[in-house]
């Protein structure tokens, strides 16, 4: 069993920027796709991001496409999130999840299987 660990949430300023990371234990994590979510107060939790085992292939969410970047360094069993032009709508708890299918990107919640306990980031307007 994969095990999540997320950090670099915090508070900022609408423009700013945060990088998230999500560390791994486990020697599975590699070969694995590997997604961000976030859940608003009083909101669903929903996909944001989702990067290939290799790392070459992404795939985000609309509302934070051109601002959001995913990236991972096996080497090191991480994943990073880098948020810029950060919104006070992008508000919530950040968690990454380990995707149970190995050779598909996909964005529902039901195809991943470890979870992070999430970050917080706050955005002020």
């Known amino acids: 069993q994969v095990q999540l660990v997320e950090s670099g949430g915090g508070l900022v300023q609408a423009g700013d920027s945060l990088r998230l990371s999500c560390a791994a234990s486990?020697?599975?994590?590699?070969?694995?796709?590997v997604g961000w979510f976030r859940r608003a107060p009083g909101k669903e939790r929903e996909f944001v991001s989702v990067?290939?085992?290799?790392?070459?292939?992404?795939y985000y969410a609309d509302s934070v496409k051109g601002r959001f970047t995913v990236s991972r360094d096996n080497f090191k069993n991480t994943v990073y999130l880098q948020m810029n032009s950060l919104k006070p709508e992008d508000t919530a708890v950040y968690y990454c999840?380990?995707?149970?299918?190995?050779?598909?990107?996909?964005?529902?919640?039901?195809?991943?299987?470890?979870w992070g306990q999430g970050t917080q980031v706050t955005v002020s307007s």
């Open positions: 990067i290939s085992s290799s790392g070459i292939s992404t």
């Open positions: 999840a380990v995707s149970r299918r190995a050779s598909v990107l996909t964005r529902a919640l039901s195809d991943f299987g470890s």
């Open positions: 486990g020697r599975t994590f590699s070969t694995y796709p």
